[in-house]
């Protein structure tokens, strides 16, 4: 299945393609927005040398992170199976991240970081042996208390942000070719409107008050309009 994954949740933003489980093109830019975005998109499929009707599943990283580069990637994806009906998949972006540690040949349990703002941070467990890992901790906000903790303890804390807060920090980014392997492994396609960053908090919206009325001038005949409106 050729599978082209975007990964837009950290300051690294990839695009690849993954065909039968193989990376055969990929490109990266910090940052990468809009048409930038889509010219990463074009130069992995030239890489590839595959054209856009040749894709047969689009694999967006769904963070959690940055959730305009989510959001973002996950508009992308809406269109390209709205013009080409092509078929889109959700991957965790820190199950990615697991699959980075593994591929760096880093082993034992670790401690997998994103930067929620508000000094807090998306924390999950995984132990990551030689033929795998696997979650010990489920996805889940933590306080920057917590997180300190474990790197003063001697834990490894690994995350796109994790060595410039902590000094015992691995810096370790979400990549597409990872996402897009994921995805290969997995035959639970959804439609791209029902794909949603992974978000923890809970979002609140505030109603507008209505408009306040604004009384007339003394001495306007009723049903009169302000001269100055």
Not at 190 to 200: D, F, K, N, Q, S
Request: overall charge neutral; aromatic content about 4%.
């Amino acid at each position: 299945m050729k599978i082209l994954a975007l990964e837009f949740s950290s300051e690294r933003r990839s695009v690849a393609i993954v065909d039968d489980g193989r990376v055969c093109g990929r490109a990266q830019e910090p940052g990468a927005r809009g048409g930038r975005a889509l010219r990463l998109v074009e130069s992995a499929l030239r890489e590839a040398g595959l054209e856009r009707e040749q894709v047969e599943c689009l694999a967006v990283g769904l963070g959690p992170g940055s959730y305009t580069g989510i959001r973002s990637a996950i508009a992308l994806a809406q269109g390209w199976q709205l013009a080409l009906g092509t078929r889109t998949l959700g991957v965790s972006s820190v199950e990615g991240l697991a699959a980075a540690a593994h591929l760096e040949k880093i082993r034992g349990r670790i401690n997998i970081i994103i930067d929620a703002q508000r000094e807090e941070f998306y924390l999950a467990g995984y132990e990551v042996e030689p033929l795998g890992w696997r979650e010990v901790e489920p996805l889940r906000l933590a306080l920057l208390d917590d997180v300190r903790a474990r790197g003063d303890s001697g834990q490894l804390i690994v995350g796109p942000n994790a060595a410039r807060l902590f000094s015992s920090g691995r810096a370790l980014f979400p990549e597409a070719g990872l996402i897009g392997q994921l995805a290969a492994q997995r035959p639970d396609f959804v439609r791209a409107e029902r794909l949603e960053p992974i978000h923890l908090r809970p979002t609140a919206f505030v109603k507008t008050p209505p408009p306040r009325p604004i009384p007339a001038p003394p001495g306007t005949p009723r049903g009169a309009k302000d001269p100055d409106s």
